[in-house]
């Protein structure tokens, strides 16, 4: 109880920690205690570079099936008796968000993981169906991976699946030994500006200022990229790169007045959008688009499978629907994309 009493005074700092306008066009000082976030650094490190492409993901009929017409197998058949794990966010309003005064997860993600338990046949509830709070920077060490095994610390849950804007790379499947399902939602990164920021249009117009994103997350390293390319050009027009081990903590800093933007998964941004009334999401937008996808055990076929499967049958308009549905109140619009792949046996 003591611990959920302390996410719910972290969690409202979020939705209203902010500090006054800066007169200079700066960041402002911030008014609370100086504390930094965890992981927070101003020197942050690209991921390793991955040369090859993700492997793709399994085709739901490329394995055995169950007297539903399901995709089964051991995995399958034990979430059915125990019931399904799934690790999510907490903080990205309109895709995954806990309710301060009832403790609820609801969005946009959190229905995808109930329309897979209830391919499942495990009933709606919080019983047969737990999601997990996972921070951006460990979600995917919560897998059941034989990577993850020997790395996982004590206070990583483990999970059988993670969806929470996982981006499909080839490093991750590597360093985590996961496989993706198939993209339930594409995008590009894009930037939200703290209230008062002039003449902003893009990163090359913030040179200077701290500009916040998630450590070791596609949109971080695309940000050290800006960075870098910015400095060949001349030291004194590149921005200054500021990661965080939770993506939600650039929100906090931007509210604070520590950073002057947030770059990160546009879709991610209406939700802080959304939070930080008088911030700014620009029409930036990276050239390079980003598939997001379920991460499962790369162990676990038969489960990547079954995922794949469901996903499938949303496709057929209910995806949209509850996209739609959970993005109702969102300050601006983003359409959902859904990205076509081929299958691999």
């Known amino acids: ?54 492997g793709g993901t399994l085709d739901p009929a490329g394995g055995p099936l169950g ?22 966010s907490q903080t990205a309003q309109f895709l995954s968000k806990r309710d301060l005064a009832t403790g609820e997860l609801s969005g946009f993600e959190v229905e995808v993981a109930r ?30 991976t034989g990577v993850n095994a020997a790395k996982r610390s004590l206070e990583v849950p483990e999970v059988d699946l993670v969806i929470a804007s996982v981006s499909v790379t080839c490093g991750r499947e590597q360093e985590y030994g996961l496989r993706y399902s ?4 594409a995008t590009s990164s894009a930037l939200l500006v703290r209230a008062g ?13 701290k500009v916040c994103s998630g450590a070791k997350t596609t949109n ?20 200054t790169v500021v990661t965080v081990s939770d993506t939600s903590d650039c929100l906090m800093l931007l509210q604070r007045g520590v950073v002057d933007a947030v770059y990160s998964d546009a879709v991610i941004l209406l939700g802080y959008l959304y939070q930080t009334p008088g911030s700014v999401l620009l029409d930036y937008r990276h050239p390079n688009s980003v598939k997001t996808a379920v991460a499962v055990s790369g162990d676990e076929e038969d489960l990547v499978r079954l995922v ?38």
């Open 182 to 185: 198939r993209a339930y939602r």
């Open 67 to 88: 007297p539903d017409g399901l995709p089964d197998g051991p995995t399958v058949r034990k979430i059915r008796e125990k019931g399904l794990t799934v690790g999510v």
């Open 1 to 54: 109880m003591t611990r959920y009493l302390a996410l719910v005074a972290v969690l409202a700092c979020l939705a209203g920690c902010t500090a006054p306008p800066a007169t200079d066009g700066r960041a402002a000082t911030s008014t609370l205690a100086p504390d930094l976030p965890e992981g927070y650094t101003e020197a942050p490190e690209p991921s390793p570079p991955c040369t090859k492409a993700p």
């Open 220 to 239: 971080g390293d695309e940000l050290i990229a800006i960075r870098d390319e910015q400095r060949r050009r001349g030291p004194d027009r590149a921005l």
């Open 115 to 144: 329309a897979i338990a209830a391919a499942l046949g495990l009933p709606r509830g919080d019983a047969p169906v737990t999601l997990v709070s996972l921070p951006t920077g460990r979600r995917l060490l919560a897998l059941r």
């Open 308 to 345: 794949n499967r469901v996903l499938d049958d949303l496709r057929g308009g209910r995806l949209q629907a509850l996209y739609d549905e959970q993005f109702a109140a969102s300050p601006k619009k983003i359409p959902l994309s859904v990205p076509d792949e081929p299958y691999v046996r």
């Open 197 to 209: 920021l002039p003449d902003v249009a893009g990163p090359d117009d913030l040179a200077g200022r």
